[in-house]
Antibody, heavy 118, light 108 residues
Framework: QVHLVQSGAEVKKPGASVKVSCKAS????????MHWVRQAPGQGLEWMGW????????NLAQTFQGRVTMTSDTSISTAYLDLTRVTSDDTAVYYC???????????WGQGTLVTVSS | DILLTQSPGTLSLSPGERATLFCRAS???????LAWYHQKPAQAPRLLIY???TRATGIPDRFSGGGSGTHFTLTINRLEPEDFGVYYC?????????FGQGTRLEIK
């Protein structure tokens, strides 16, 4: 049974960095790409990018290039999202989502609320 | 980037009625790699439809997807109370894998 469990809520000041984790269980971690999606309060979904745990390759939406890093630690089946130089516009719930065998986002974490406030 | 525009913005219907939601792409979605998701408040999205018309595992046959190229639809027959919430389309035809802005389905 696939589970994605994310780290807890974070409060950060503008300009700081934040790291969100996503611990996977119930499957071979290196076998499936992991995507990250965020949702600002009361807003829609925004795709951020994907990471291939098998080798570490990534594909980031241009909006996030230079400020976002997606990594993983395969020894503990955990994916990470690093966001630097945060602003109030980065206040959102961040989701990790694993693709299914077809390539769509079937399994989702519970979300991590990141609040950026001075 | 492929822009996905969903309509209507809000749909007010009663249980038992049929809902039809639309997703229009700014350019053709390669391979019709389009998905639909349902999101309830404070929950993660749930995959309903992939490949434009294939129901995901566990999704009842009241849900059906159609369309190709730049025009896609999601039809929900015999609405049930748990169907209300926000529906999003997402394209996987080309990176970035953009989402539509969502359609809110509310109880009339």
């Amino acid at each position: 049974q696939v589970h994605l469990v994310q780290s807890g809520a974070e409060v950060k000041k503008p300009g700081a960095s934040v790291k969100v984790s996503c611990k996977a269980s119930g499957y071979t971690f290196t076998g499936y790409f992991m995507h990250w999606v965020r949702q600002a309060p009361g807003q829609g979904l925004e795709w951020m990018g994907w990471m291939n745990p098998n080798g570490g390759g990534t594909n980031l939406a241009q909006t996030f290039q230079g400020r976002v890093t997606m990594t993983s630690d395969t020894s503990i089946s955990t994916a990470y999202l690093d966001l630097t130089r945060v602003t109030s516009d980065d206040t959102a719930v961040y989701y990790c989502a694993r693709v299914d065998s077809i390539g769509y986002l079937y399994y989702w974490g519970q979300g991590t609320l990141v609040t950026v406030s001075s | 980037d492929i822009l996905l525009t969903q309509s209507p913005g809000t749909l007010s219907l009663s249980p038992g009625e049929r809902a039809t939601l639309f997703c229009r792409a700014s350019q053709s979605v390669s391979g019709d790699y389009l998905a639909w998701y349902h999101q309830k408040p404070a929950q993660a999205p749930r995959l309903l439809i992939y490949g434009a018309s294939t129901r995901a595992t566990g999704i009842p046959d009241r849900f059906s997807g159609g369309g190709s190229g730049t025009h896609f639809t999601l039809t929900i027959n015999r609405l049930e109370p748990e169907d209300f919430g926000v529906y999003y389309c997402q394209q996987f035809g080309g990176s970035p894998f953009t989402f539509g802005q969502g359609t809110r389905l509310e109880i009339k």
